[in-house]
């Protein structure tokens, strides 16, 4: 008897799928653009506040504390309210806190609201790539969840344009540019009417008669016919454990109890427990040097001598390199599998890291930028692909909601150090350490399971 998470796996790629894929993607873009805009108003806000290293670096943090909070909580909410309104609420809080903070009269006021923003954000990210993997045929699985990421750089790359365009124009270019991350709060209704929940999750709720009308879709999409069974199918054993009085009871009926919580096994069990640590690692290191180098850029080039417009130019054209970092990344995947794609992109990016830091000219400050950007970024599209992969459906979304959690304490940190580590010794100690990071994840990378064609339930 065919499974319909097995039917899904089964499916050739359909518009369905690429409409969630779009779907999600640009509000995975929306994100990028409201992380990628405070580093450009980091930038003028020194300028025209005349802030400190270390107020802009609270500016630059405090997003990522909650970030943190988001991360753990929203995959928590995952498993237990559904993916997409998970995603959907997520947008509306930080689509309406980023346009609150274009009002900001004072850097108390940004600050808290910045707060707020990371909450949304963080909530996001996991619970977008989650749902996507859920409805990835299980061939190219990896390649869909990366090209998911991709997005991350058309979002990065918008608030690149926006940093050049907008935020120069006058004292309040700031504010504009952050009045335009309004955008994903209409967005979310776009999310909540027009993407469909998870099969996985439904089917763990006991939701049966709505799993089966969704794969249906999905198999009209694709021109196949459902299976001559499929109303009685029953989900797989993750979504029945601890439930099978709840399963034959509810035969008739069409629906089933939902999953008991003792039956949820732990991020932490015997069997996870390497994983997940392995997992920590890779995200601590990532973050760490992703938003240290990233959030400070056009503030280090400032610094460095080069006026405001000329360093958003050189940060947005840096910014470039991050697409075919992520197209690279989506081929290698399924070629080389994850563990190893994930690891040697960890390891450019430290040889990027290191010679950035070197970096005392234009020409070499760009290039050594571009390829930072060029590993880093193919790095975030394999690990994305890999978290999901490593649970199975009753804790996929905790178990990769608390990676993100623990990775955003590093992205909390890495700002807050930048002004510690430029005085020990400028930029050289600064992307050194990154590098070194950057080494620990590539590291970590090695250790974990290797998943490709492997389907969710084998986990």
Do not use: C
């Not at 344009?161 to 709060?185: E, K, N, Q, S, T």
């Not at 209704?189 to 089917?203: A, D, I, N, Q, T």
């Not at 009308?213 to 198999?219: D, G």
């Amino acid at each position: 008897m065919t499974t319909r998470t097995e039917r899904l796996d089964g499916l050739p790629f359909t518009r369905k799928h690429r409409r969630l894929l779009v779907g999600s993607g640009v509000g995975w873009a929306l994100d990028a653009m409201d992380v990628g805009l405070i580093s450009f108003v980091m930038a003028a806000l020194a300028v025209h506040w005349a802030l400190t290293p270390t107020e802009l670096s609270w500016i630059g943090s405090i997003g990522f504390v909650g970030m943190a909070i988001g991360a753990a909580l929203g995959g928590l909410l995952a498993d237990r309210i559904g993916r997409r309104q998970v995603f959907a609420a997520t947008l509306l809080v930080y689509g309406l806190a980023t346009g609150a903070a274009a009002l900001s009269t004072g850097i108390a006021m940004l600050i808290v609201l910045r707060f707020i923003v990371g909450l949304g954000l963080g909530a996001e990210l996991p619970v977008a790539s989650t749902l996507v993997s859920e409805f990835a045929p299980r061939r190219i699985r990896g390649r869909v969840v990366v090209i998911l990421e991709g997005f991350w750089a058309v979002g990065w790359i918008m608030a690149a344009v926006i940093g050049y365009f907008v935020v120069p124009i006058g004292d309040d270019g700031w504010r504009w540019a952050l009045a335009i991350g309004l955008v994903p709060a209409a967005y979310a209704l776009v999310v909540r009417f027009g993407l469909p929940e998870s099969v996985r999750y439904l089917e763990s709720r006991g939701r049966v008669d709505e799993a089966e009308r969704i794969v249906r879709e999905y198999e009209a999409s694709a021109g196949v016919e459902p299976p001559a069974d499929s109303a009685g199918v029953e989900p797989p054993a993750t979504a029945t454990a601890g439930a099978t009085a709840g399963a034959t009871a509810g035969a008739a009926t069409g629906r089933l109890e939902p999953v008991e919580e003792s039956a949820r096994e732990s991020i932490w069990s015997p069997r996870l427990r390497r994983r997940t640590g392995a997992l920590w690692i890779v995200w601590f290191g990532i973050n760490f040097s992703y938003y240290g180098a990233f959030i400070w850029l056009p503030s280090l080039l400032v610094s460095q001598g080069f006026d405001l417009v000329r360093s958003f130019g050189y940060t947005l054209v840096i910014t470039l390199a991050q697409l075919p970092g992520y197209a690279a990344a989506a081929w290698l995947i399924e070629v080389w599998g994850r563990r190893v794609t994930l690891a040697v992109f960890l390891a450019g990016s430290a040889v990027a890291a290191g010679l950035f830091g070197l970096a005392g000219t234009p020409t070499t400050i760009i290039a050594a930028g571009m390829a930072l950007s060029f590993f880093n970024l193919g790095a975030w599209g394999a690990l994305y692909a890999i978290g999901p992969e490593l649970y199975p459906t009753s804790t996929r979304g905790a178990g990769t909601g608390a990676a993100a959690a623990f990775g955003r304490i590093a992205s909390i940190i890495a700002p807050l150090l930048v002004p510690v580590m430029l005085g020990a010794g400028g930029t050289v100690v600064v992307f050194g350490v990154f590098a070194a990071a950057f080494v620990v994840a590539a590291l970590a990378a090695f250790t974990l399971p290797e998943r490709k064609g492997v389907a969710l339930e084998e986990t």
